[in-house]
């Protein structure tokens, strides 16, 4: 796959950034001959083409991959996700201009000076260096900053109206509401040891009033607890069977003989009396569901939107490739076999 992005760029909304055909602008595309394709009003060229294919080629190289032969099946598809890539952003770029986006050399200047403060402590000789070995230089870096800026206001403005009324938090709420259940718990410390013998013995030490904690130290082997004394805290349902149902039916300060599991053998001492399951109310968690909500509607949303856009952009004249330059597959032909539409876009 091709490494299409900056990779210091923040990353939109998978709807947005879904590979494919779309644009709204009436106008038919019209090839010049130094175009890879035409998309309404906007011409592709194939020095911006050839540019993109030179940053595969890096991005290969920094892989310590092969970079495919002009000619190959894998070459071909590179090729063809590098046009397609070309294509949606022409389109969506035809897209801001019908519904009055516009970026200002300020807002570019602005992203590049937070991306070079964040990313690079400021220094914008190391900036430099990373657009370099992408590939890119500082013009070509300004346009893909540029082209991000667009995408992020079609996103804005596309899912503006979305909102979540408080039913459907509390819907999403009592359909799940099991999400929300902390089961019960305690406290509790154990010796593992793989000899059931050694538990044996351990046990019997313990019962006439060894020091647990440095009896776990020197002889457990559950990594996670033996430098602690033994000591953790479990939640029903988290150990395995045994150890669950010894340590919860233990009373609060009881030692257990010996119990068996996968692991070996086991001491437990509860060291708590059980914590009851209890349901995190709504009010708590609210904010939390309300922004997973918005999020999910954003998300179908901008789907929706970008799927029409294609429909609309596919049904006609609006997009036009170059010989040789056609993706394949064409990404216009599922969109339209499934409208029962005929393509004119084409070579």
Known sequence: MIRLRLFVLPVLAVALLAAGCGGSSDQSASLGTDDVAAVGSQQITKAQFKALMARAEKSYAAQKRTFP?????????????????????AEFENEANNMGIHISDKQVDDRINKLIKQFYSGSEKKYEQTIKAQGLNKDTARDEVRAQLVSEELYKKVTSDVNVSDKQIKDYYDANKSIYVQKQSRDVRHILVTKKALADQLYAQLKSGGNF??????????????????????????????????????????????????YGYHIIQALSSIRPAKTTPLDKVKASIRQQLEQQKKQDEMTKWVDDLKKKFCGGSRIKYQVGYTPNPDPCAAILSNTGSTSTAGQ
């Not at 002009?70 to 397609?84: C, I, R």
């Not at 607890?225 to 669950?244: E, H, M, Y």
């Open 69 to 89: 032969k002009a000619g190959t099946s894998e070459y071909n598809n590179l090729q063809g996700q590098a046009v397609d890539f070309l294509v949606q952003r």
């Open 213 to 262: 904690a440095q009896l776990a130290k020197k002889y457990s082997k559950d990594p996670g607890s033996a430098q602690n004394g033994g000591k953790l805290t479990i939640t029903r349902g988290q150990t395995v069977p045994q150890f669950d149902k010894t340590a919860f039916a233990l009373k609060t300060g009881a030692l257990s003989p010996p119990i068996h599991t996968q």
